[in-house]
């Protein structure tokens, strides 16, 4: 790429995104266009902006991070997506590079990392913040070549299961919501958590944050 780098920002935190500015606006081959403080004018920013990085955190109102991922490898694939958050989690990363995105760094490292994270994506590469071990920092190749764990791949009634697992309804209450029995509860979230290998009840949680559904409540 010649010239300036030019840097979408999104946080949800007025502090937060201030500081991100100044500090990359100190870089002087990066170009902030933008910010925005929700996920849909963060959206609207990139469409309109057509940055080559957005720095985007993850949990933000209306759209999180990796809903925006999903949306700009539809909309904007030139766009390259550097996830900002809290999670030092391997479910959050491996769901965030499988949605597309390129950079994954954490917030309580960002002063640190977030610079070198944009100029390394910006040449093509992944970049997983370096507090993660080597382990978790393999799993980057092994999630470019999986398919993404996918909503569209469940039925309503198994999405649902998930849905109220995740908001912790015990089955005799998600049965009388849903007005099927409480076998049925188990069969059907079963059989979700099966298509998507989701193995506990904390990674049924984590999935359904980031489809935005824990929002709904």
């Not at 925006?68 to 030139?78: F, G």
């Not at 393999?138 to 999986?146: F, L, P, V, Y």
């Not at 509860?185 to 989701?198: G, M, P, S, W």
């Amino acid at each position: 790429m010649s010239g300036k780098l030019r840097v979408a920002l999104a946080d949800d935190h007025p502090i937060v995104l201030a500081g991100l500015r100044n500090l990359l606006e100190t870089e002087e081959d990066i170009e902030v266009v933008g910010d925005a403080k929700t996920g849909s004018e963060a959206l609207n920013l990139i469409l309109a902006t057509r940055p080559d990085i957005a720095v985007i955190d993850v949990s933000m109102p209306e759209l999180n991070g990796i809903a925006i991922a999903r949306k700009l490898a539809q909309e904007a694939t030139h766009v390259r997506v550097v996830i900002l958050t809290l999670y030092e989690d391997r479910a959050f990363l491996k769901q965030a590079l499988a949605a597309g995105v390129c950079g994954y760094v954490l917030k309580r490292t960002a002063a640190e990392h977030l610079v070198d994270a944009i100029r390394k994506v910006a040449q093509g590469h992944t970049y997983i913040d370096p507090l993660f071990g080597e382990a978790e920092r393999a799993i980057a190749s092994e999630a470019k070549g999986k398919p993404e764990l996918d909503v569209s791949r469940l039925t309503e009634r198994e999405a649902d299961a998930l849905k109220f697992t995740a908001r912790g309804l015990t089955n005799k209450e998600a049965a009388a919501r849903l007005g099927i029995s409480e076998k049925s509860v188990e069969t059907y979230r079963a059989r979700a958590t099966e298509k998507l290998a989701l193995k506990s009840r904390a990674d049924i949680v984590r999935f359904a944050s980031a489809q935005g559904w824990l929002n709904e409540l």
